[in-house]
């Protein structure tokens, strides 16, 4: 069971891909987005840890 729900998301990840390259392009680059700003807070919290 666990193996088919993968094999379900992955094709659905493909053909999201497919069908609207554009909205994934701008979930991907939204995701990288939020990636950088968790990276640059914890920059600063560990930075205002030292001082």
Sequence with gaps: MK?????VAIAFVIFYLLTSPRAAAQV??????????????????VSDLGT
């Excluded at 193996?3 to 094999?7: A, C, D, I, S």
């Excluded at 939204?30 to 950088?36: C, I, T, V, W």
């Design 28 to 45: 991907v680059n939204n995701a990288f987005d939020q990636l950088g700003n968790a990276g640059k807070s914890l920059s600063v919290f």
């Design 3 to 7: 193996k088919n729900l993968r094999y």
